[in-house]
């Protein structure tokens, strides 16, 4: 499939966009993605105050939680009871995202390959090591796939 020619257009300048603000992903069971992203990787979730204003309601009925990385990206989990992936084989990747992966120091890498295996997370491949660090790569709940990665010591 060949790609239209694009005319050229104004474009947003170069560094105009700071950071990434939030991802949001959709899954299936709230409490589950919740204990996963919470308990298991560590992440805080919002409480109170903390909620945006515009998911207050939501995050009150259960339908959304969000979480807050170390670097102050908010993931924010919206709730799917009927979402089902186009393929229940969480390898065949179902979505336009290949994975998400979040940033640890390499003197934890290790233990939390042991936190993930403790606790059942399906391991699509790793811990690999690269010339740009390690790294791991598992499935969420709802099959989508994360990476811990770390740079070389």
Known sequence: ???PEIAPT????TGALRRVHHYALNVQ???ASR????????????QGAEVPTTLKE?????????????????????GEPDLQPPH????????????LAFDIAPEQFDQAVTVLKDNAVIIDH??????????????????FLLEI???PI
């Open 35 to 46: 204990h996963f992203y919470g308990e298991i990787l560590g992440l805080h979730e919002l």
């Open 149 to 151: 990665r770390c740079d």
């Open 29 to 31: 069971n709230m409490a």
């Open 1 to 3: 499939m060949t790609q």
């Open 88 to 99: 229940p084989d969480p390898t065949q990747q179902f979505t336009r995202a290949n994975h």
């Open 58 to 78: 939501l995050v009150a009925q259960g339908k959304v939680a969000n979480f807050c990385t170390p670097d102050g990206t908010i993931l924010d989990l919206f």
């Open 10 to 13: 104004l474009a947003i300048p």
């Open 126 to 143: 790793g811990p690999v090591s690269r010339p740009t660090g390690r790294g791991i790569y598992f499935y969420d709940p709802d099959g």
